[in-house]
């Protein structure tokens, strides 16, 4: 099979052949962008493996192209990688690597294009292209990637055991891209993720947390999480999540499985938004309830408080699976702690008060929350849901109409407590925080609008409450 019509549209991939003829080795494109260029993925990350210095050749295509093309070398690994076009071009000389089972860094040599092709990680992964003259655009394909392609199957090029003995993460990386690729992973190699799935403990959070990302990032992440769990692999790296798993029933009363929820209200804020830190909130939106699940006889079960025993927990996920711990945290943890109040909300006669209130904390996140909070409805009585929705309708043209009219959003007073000492003459005290809240309280009541005039009117009345005589 050759693919010379598809690989002449990369034009750097012709530079590329040029500057190996001419140093006389050979090259060949491989990986994941002749996976791609199968499939009709777009893809930015060639890789290109030569029989030779991986370093020589890039600083060759460097020179054809140019003065002012950079090559980024990194001796160690023995690659080199060039920006060009938007493209990003890494090389490295054919390989053979062994392992250490202790470790999953490997020991590396020189090797053929065939040790090279039996080091990758799947299949479709092994398959090369020849940039070769007189074989250009050839595929080489010693794993049958192709047949698996068409087959939309993940299936290592080794026994599976070697593959994920030596290299851990690549148990992650099969159920990653089969979420992806909305592929299935062949029953032998599952079976040796399941028995290889402690593993997973010798690699870091950090290349964990990275492959959990992009599964959260396919287009229907609950299924990669589901794989994650019946291979066993969940377990270790997410407990918490595990923890949410099961339906207890007490006296005939139950509660739902609030795993299968929490995936559910994954894929439908999935349908939505491609905002990473938003799908982690779908995530993270229920994390406390088995800790705060109770049990009453006349009401049945119970999470009181949930939501902001969740919102704590956020920080000590992220912490753990080495997530950001700035306002991207910040983003979820807030998601978290408001995610019922729209909820509440459609449930009964809408104030102008608590609208006020749920935009003044909310602020700029008001529309994620509310899609977050769209994805929470995930009953199974459809009429039930509709009925949801519309009074979801209700309350997002009230807080639009609010929003317009009092300007809540990243809201504060006008009044400062800078303002309040200058005006009383006082020095920082409990009185200028009481006068700050009442006015705060006042403005999102209704009481006053946030605008200068009333709400210095009105410091000065409840400065006057307390005694307190204004400076001439």
Same mark, same amino acid.
């Given at each position: 099979?050759?693919?010379?019509?598809?690989?002449?549209?990369?034009?750097?991939?012709?530079?590329?052949?040029?500057?190996?003829?001419?140093?006389?080795?050979?090259?060949?494109?491989?990986?994941?962008?002749?996976?791609?260029?199968?499939?009709?993925?777009?893809?930015?990350?060639?890789?290109?493996?030569?029989?030779?210095?991986?370093?020589?050749?890039?600083?060759?295509?460097?020179?054809?192209?140019?003065?002012?093309?950079?090559?980024?070398?990194?001796?160690?690994?023995?690659?080199?990688?060039?920006?060009?076009?938007?493209?990003?071009?890494?090389?490295?000389?054919?390989?053979?690597?062994?392992?250490?089972?202790?470790?999953?860094?490997?020991?590396?040599?020189?090797?053929?294009?065939?040790?090279?092709?039996?080091?990758?990680?799947?299949?479709?992964?092994?398959?090369?292209?020849?940039?070769?003259?007189?074989?250009?655009?050839?595929?080489?394909?010693?794993?049958?990637?192709?047949?698996?392609?068409?087959?939309?199957?993940?299936?290592?090029?080794?026994?599976?055991?070697?593959?994920?003995?030596?290299?851990?993460?690549?148990?992650?990386?099969?159920?990653?891209?089969?979420?992806?690729?909305?592929?299935?992973?062949?029953?032998?190699?599952?079976?040796?993720?399941?028995?290889?799935?402690?593993?997973?403990?010798?690699?870091?959070?950090?290349?964990?947390?990275?492959?959990?990302?992009?599964?959260?990032?396919?287009?229907?992440?609950?299924?990669?999480?589901?794989?994650?769990?019946?291979?066993?692999?969940?377990?270790?790296?997410?407990?918490?999540?595990?923890?949410l798993l099961g339906v207890q029933t007490i006296?005939?009363?139950?509660?739902? +499985?609030?795993?299968?929820?929490? %995936? #559910?209200?994954? !894929?439908? $804020?999935? @349908?939505?938004?491609? /905002? =990473?830190?938003? &799908?982690?909130?779908?995530?993270?939106?229920?994390?406390?309830?088995?800790?705060?699940?109770?049990f009453d006889k006349r009401i049945g079960w119970?999470?009181?408080?949930?939501?902001?025993?969740?919102?704590?927990?956020?920080?000590?996920?992220?912490?753990?699976?080495?997530?950001?711990?700035?306002?991207?945290?910040?983003?979820?943890?807030?998601?978290?702690?408001?995610?019922?109040?729209?909820?509440?909300?459609?449930?009964?006669?809408?104030?102008?008060?608590?609208?006020?209130?749920?935009?003044?904390?909310?602020?700029?996140?008001?529309?994620?929350?509310?899609?977050?909070?769209?994805?929470?409805?995930?009953?199974?009585?459809? +009429?039930?849901?509709?009925?949801? %929705? #519309?009074?979801? !309708?209700? $309350?997002? @043209?009230?807080?639009? /109409? =609010?929003?317009? &009219?009092?300007?809540?959003?990243?809201?504060?007073?006008?009044?400062?407590?800078?303002?309040?000492?200058?005006?009383?003459?006082?020095?920082?005290?409990?009185?200028?925080?009481?006068?700050?809240?009442?006015?705060?309280?006042?403005?999102?009541?209704?009481?006053?609008?946030?605008?200068?005039?009333?709400?210095?009117?009105?410091?000065?009345?409840?400065?006057?409450?307390?005694?307190?005589?204004?400076?001439?």
């Amino acid at each position: 099979m050759n693919f010379k019509e598809q690989l002449i549209q990369y034009p750097i991939l012709e530079i590329v052949a040029k500057a190996a003829a001419e140093l006389g080795v050979e090259a060949y494109v491989i990986g994941g962008f002749v996976r791609d260029l199968i499939l009709k993925r777009n893809s930015k990350d060639i890789d290109i493996v030569s029989i030779g210095s991986g370093i020589e050749l890039a600083e060759s295509v460097a020179s054809q192209l140019g003065p002012d093309v950079f090559v980024s070398i990194y001796k160690t690994f023995g690659t080199a990688q060039i920006r060009q076009g938007g493209l990003e071009i890494e090389f490295v000389g054919a390989r053979k690597e062994s392992y250490r089972a202790d470790s999953r860094k490997p020991a590396v040599e020189d090797g053929t294009l065939s040790d090279d092709q039996n080091r990758r990680d799947f299949t479709i992964n092994a398959m090369g292209i020849s940039l070769n003259k007189g074989t250009f655009g050839e595929l080489v394909d010693p794993f049958e990637g192709m047949r698996d392609i068409k087959r939309k199957i993940i299936r290592t090029p080794l026994e599976p055991e070697i593959t994920f003995s030596d290299d851990p993460l690549r148990m992650m990386r099969a159920i990653r891209f089969t979420s992806q690729l909305n592929f299935d992973i062949e029953p032998n190699t599952f079976d040796a993720i399941i028995k290889m799935k402690d593993r997973i403990e010798i690699v870091s959070m950090e290349r964990i947390s990275d492959e959990l990302n992009k599964i959260i990032l396919s287009p229907i992440p609950s299924y990669g999480f589901k794989l994650l769990y019946h291979a066993g692999i969940l377990q270790i790296i997410f407990p918490e999540m595990i923890e949410l798993l099961g339906v207890q029933t007490i006296d005939g009363k139950g509660h739902k +499985d609030n795993f299968y929820h929490t %995936l #559910q209200v994954l !894929d439908n $804020v999935s @349908q939505n938004t491609d /905002d =990473l830190w938003l &799908r982690w909130a779908a995530i993270l939106h229920d994390i406390a309830k088995p800790a705060t699940k109770k049990f009453d006889k006349r009401i049945g079960w119970s999470f009181h408080n949930h939501e902001e025993v969740g919102a704590r927990m956020v920080p000590v996920i992220f912490r753990r699976m080495k997530l950001p711990l700035n306002e991207k945290m910040r983003f979820v943890k807030k998601l978290v702690r408001l995610h019922l109040r729209p909820i509440v909300l459609s449930k009964e006669e809408i104030t102008d008060s608590a609208m006020r209130r749920l935009l003044v904390e909310a602020g700029e996140d008001i529309e994620a929350l509310m899609k977050l909070c769209r994805a929470d409805i995930t009953s199974k009585n459809p +009429d039930k849901v509709k009925r949801f %929705l #519309q009074n979801f !309708d209700l $309350v997002e @043209q009230k807080l639009k /109409d =609010l929003e317009e &009219r009092d300007k809540l959003r990243n809201f504060q007073p006008v009044i400062t407590g800078e303002m309040i000492m200058q005006a009383f003459g006082l020095k920082p005290a409990k009185e200028v925080g009481i006068i700050k809240e009442v006015i705060r309280e006042a403005i999102l009541e209704g009481i006053i609008p946030n605008e200068f005039d009333p709400a210095y009117a009105y410091m000065v009345q409840e400065g006057e409450k307390m005694g307190l005589t204004l400076q001439s």
